[in-house]
Nanobody, 127 residues
Framework: QLQAFGGGLVQAGGSLRLSCAAS????????MGWFRQAPGKEREFVAT????????YYADSVKGRFTISRDNAKNTVYLQMNSLKPADTAVYYC??????????????????????WGQGTLVTVSS
């Protein structure tokens, strides 16, 4: 129900934009998140956005370089990645978390809070 795409091979300093398209249901009332898993490492939080788009939060490692956004009309969330570094190389996963629809700013960095996960897209940054 979630499909991430847009990964690929890019040189250090370059940019990529990942997209996560939802199908089968609407995720307009779900917080959305991006996580990543590098080879031999645990999955880690990257960025999250509330269902309304009012709140975003980033891992320190990507703050100032990555931007998460969403288009609820298109049922799609994006991750714009600039100034990429080899350390950003990983499989990137999008996920959806229902945190309630009354609070416009609810977000979460905890993987266990996320109910739906996409299959991942590989980002490789060469030095």
């Amino acid at each position: 129900q979630l499909q991430a795409f847009g990964g690929g091979l890019v040189q250090a300093g370059g940019s990529l934009r990942l997209s996560c398209a939802a199908s089968g249901r609407t995720f307009s009332t779900y917080a959305m998140g991006w996580f990543r898993q590098a080879p031999g490492k645990e999955r880690e939080f990257v960025a999250t956005i509330s269902w309304s788009g009012a709140s975003t939060y980033y891992a320190d490692s990507v703050k100032g370089r990555f931007t998460i956004s969403r288009d609820n009309a298109k049922n799609t969330v994006y991750l714009q990645m600039n100034s990429l570094k080899p350390a950003d190389t990983a499989v990137y996963y999008c996920a959806a978390a229902y945190l309630g629809s009354t609070a416009v700013g609810s977000i979460s960095i905890e993987p266990f809070k996320y109910d739906y996960w996409g299959q991942g897209t590989l980002v490789t940054v060469s030095s």
